[in-house]
Each structure stands twice: as structure tokens, then as C-alpha cells.
């Protein structure tokens, strides 16, 4: 490799190239992609819910169901570990049930990943 491409590598590297927006252009580009222009917008349901599952209410309700189903996956019956609280019915379908401790039991997470409302698949 010749000198000149060497010193051009380094140059590269050291971030030395491109465009360098100002200020005013970063908001502007940000801005372009707030809210309902971005396109994984869900209509600001994300902040709520991030809301409700790191509440008080739904810790606790996560608690009374491991400490109902004695801290021990109810399908294939491994305790401790890294266990889940699974809502039985829906979060998203039935809010109503939400910190119901009737609507919730005990998995692994091997199990829970199983299960039809598990991440994204019940959306």
C-alpha cells in the first residue's frame, strides 16, 4: 500500500470525512422523525404502556403470581431460574385483566416464549 493511501486510511478513520451538519440541521433532521413521522409510530401507546409494566401495581402483580405457583414454571414444572409472569388473557385485548392475579401464571422463559401471546405475536 502506498504512502498516500495509507495517510488516507488514517484520515478515515480519525472521522476526518462527509459532511458535518450544523446544529440547526441535527434538530431539523431529528425533528423529521418524531412522532407519527417515524415509521414504528403506534400512536404514543409505547410511553403508556412502558408506564404500566414498570409500575408498582404490575410488580406486585407479578409477586402474588410467583408466589402463588410457589416460583415454579407450570408447564414443564423447573423452579427458580429466570421465571415470567404470563397474562392468560391478553394485555393488549383485555386491560381489564391486567393485574388480575387469576389472569397470570408462572413460566419459564423457555415456556413463555412458547405461548401465542408471547413479545410481539400478541399485538
Known sequence: MT????????????G??????????????????MGSKNPFWRGGVSEQNHRLRNSVEYKLWRGKVFKRDN???QECGARGGRIEADH????KHHPEFRFDVSNGKTLCKKCHEQT???GWRGR
Open 88 to 91: 392468560l388473557k391478553s394485555w
Open 3 to 14: 504512502e498516500k493511501a495509507r495517510a488516507h486510511l488514517s484520515q478515515l478513520k480519525k
Open 116 to 118: 401465542p401471546n408471547y
Open 71 to 73: 416460583y415454579t414454571c
Open 16 to 33: 476526518k470525512r462527509g459532511h458535518a451538519h450544523t446544529e440547526e440541521s441535527r434538530r431539523k433532521i431529528s425533528a423529521s422523525h
